[in-house]
């Protein structure tokens, strides 16, 4: 290879510790199989001279410049910015077009009758330029933050205080506490009511002015509640219900705590509310198949025993974490992706000041396996949409760092 007089290296990159992240995620920027480049060729175009920039300048004007534009900040949805981002990872996206690893039609086009010469050239231009400007959070384009789920079920279960207790612990005898039971089976349960089919015109009343979103928040709200048992008198024979309780387990849990979200929890429940729920199903006010026919055996005794119980049993918590905020999940992207998406190591993405349609289709690419990575792949499984949409406006907001090439004087 001719050696050049004087070469320039990306500063903001040398700046860092490589070497530390790549220690960290040894696997996270392996070349795709299908890309065949020597071990290290893709950092060639950190290497790049004056020379190869402006020989890559000509190739951007000719094939480039109409979509990412000469500048390589794009105006057209879908089409990434390319100005500042990192060297070695443009290369090998190119290199992945070019050989199907990565596809999209414009792009395969684009890239398919280019040296490798050309490629590392190009890639080396669109680094050496000044990135975007971020797109303000509050900007509509850049989407709305994502409102805390907890936070928001707490404020719709606000009118429910007054007879669930404060944290869903009951205070009030006939009133369920609704604290310990899974979340699943508190949106099912409010679901019915809703629609009728469990019976209670003041339930109904409550809940219908709440949208679904609002009963996942609630639901999720309750569950995350450190459970208590009911502050409500107990009457009945305890020792005699656990005799009878027997029955229950396989379904409710040995300690009436319920291992599956069918089956509520009955540890800690208020007692007379307990002693309802038995009478509704035996007399057909609550429907339930199965616990129709276990209810239908048991007098009134036996219901109140049962129900005192359960009701004197300790609740647990159901096993639900509260989701990760964007600013948490945000921690775990930067990790790869350098601090507000600035990458560090030439392989790897910078994700700052992107735009944000591409960004939302890229993480969307990844988790239907459209677009191949195993790093990202396993990233993106556990994101929702509204996640994507509030980690793409995170980034998009952040400001980018630029590389910048400094020249060493010649050896
Ligand atoms: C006809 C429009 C068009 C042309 C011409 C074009 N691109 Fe693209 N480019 C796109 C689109 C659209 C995408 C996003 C595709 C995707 O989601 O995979 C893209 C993606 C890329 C990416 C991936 C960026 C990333 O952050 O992963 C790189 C690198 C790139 N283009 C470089 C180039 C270079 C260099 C040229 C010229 C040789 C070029 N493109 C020509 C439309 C174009
Ligand atoms: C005026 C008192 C009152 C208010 C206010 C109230 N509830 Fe209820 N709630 C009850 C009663 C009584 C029952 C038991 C009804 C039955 O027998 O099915 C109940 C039952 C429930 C259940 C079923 C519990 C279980 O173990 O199956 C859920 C879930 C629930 N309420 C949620 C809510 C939510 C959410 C709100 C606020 C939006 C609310 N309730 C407001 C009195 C109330
Ligand atoms: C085969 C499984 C099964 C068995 C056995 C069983 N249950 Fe149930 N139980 C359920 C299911 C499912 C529900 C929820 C039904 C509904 O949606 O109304 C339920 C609901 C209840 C409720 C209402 C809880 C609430 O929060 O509203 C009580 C009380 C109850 N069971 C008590 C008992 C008792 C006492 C026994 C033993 C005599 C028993 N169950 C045995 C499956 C079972
Ligand atoms: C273990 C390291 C790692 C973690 C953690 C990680 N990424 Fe990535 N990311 C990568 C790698 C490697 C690529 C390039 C994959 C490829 O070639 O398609 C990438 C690519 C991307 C791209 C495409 C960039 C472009 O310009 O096309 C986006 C967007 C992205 N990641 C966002 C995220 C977000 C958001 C998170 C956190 C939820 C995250 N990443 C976490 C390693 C990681």
Excluded: W
């Excluded at 094939?63 to 990872?89: D, M």
């Amino acid at each position: 290879m001719k050696r050049f007089a004087r070469t320039l290296l990306p500063m903001a990159l040398t700046l860092v510790s490589a070497t530390a992240s790549l220690a960290l995620f040894p696997d996270a920027v392996a070349q795709p199989a299908a890309v065949k480049l020597n071990p290290g060729a893709e950092l060639q175009p950190v290497y790049a001279t004056p020379q190869d920039v402006a020989e890559g300048k000509r190739v951007a004007e000719k094939s480039c410049a109409g979509c990412h534009g000469v500048n390589g900040i794009s105006t057209t949805k879908g089409t990434p910015h390319l100005a500042g981002q990192r060297p070695a990872y443009l290369f090998l996206e190119l290199k992945a077009y070019q050989v199907g690893a990565r596809s999209d039609a414009a792009m395969t086009a684009a890239v398919k009758f280019l040296s490798d010469d050309a490629l590392v050239k190009v890639a080396a231009y669109y680094t050496s330029l000044d990135p975007a400007q971020p797109t303000p959070a509050t900007s509509p384009k850049a989407g709305v933050a994502k409102p805390d789920p907890v936070q928001a079920g707490k404020a719709a279960a606000a009118g429910c205080a007054g007879c669930h207790g404060e944290s869903g612990v009951s205070k009030t005898p006939g009133m369920p506490s609704l604290v310990g039971l899974d979340p699943k089976y508190l949106l099912v349960s409010m679901k019915a009511y809703k629609s009728g089919q469990r019976k209670n015109d003041m339930m109904k009343t409550f809940l219908s002015a709440l949208s679904d979103a609002d009963l996942n928040n609630i639901a999720l709200y309750y569950a995350l509640q450190k459970p208590a048992r009911a502050q409500t008198p107990v009457e009945g024979d305890a020792a005699a219900g656990k005799a009878a309780a027997g029955a229950c387990a396989g379904c409710h849990g040995e300690q009436g705590v319920s291992s599956s979200a069918a089956n509520p929890s009955l540890a800690g429940q208020d007692a007379q509310y307990l002693v309802a729920a038995l009478q509704g199903y035996k007399e057909g006010s609550r429907s339930d198949e199965t616990m129709k026919a276990l209810a239908a055996s048991l007098d009134e005794a036996a219901i109140r025993n049962l129900s005192a119980y359960y009701a004197k049993l300790e609740p647990r918590a159901p096993n639900v974490r509260k989701p990760m905020s964007i600013a948490e999940l945000a921690v775990r992207c930067d990790r790869c992706h350098g601090v507000d998406g600035n990458a560090s190591d030439p392989r790897l993405a910078a994700i700052s000041a992107q735009r944000v349609d591409y960004l939302e289709n890229v993480l969307r690419a990844y988790q239907t396996g459209a677009r191949k990575s195993s790093a990202m792949s396993a990233m993106s499984q556990a994101l929702s949409d509204s996640d994507i949409e509030g980690l793409a406006a995170h980034y998009a907001s952040k400001k980018a760092r630029s590389v910048i090439y400094i020249t060493l004087p010649a050896k």
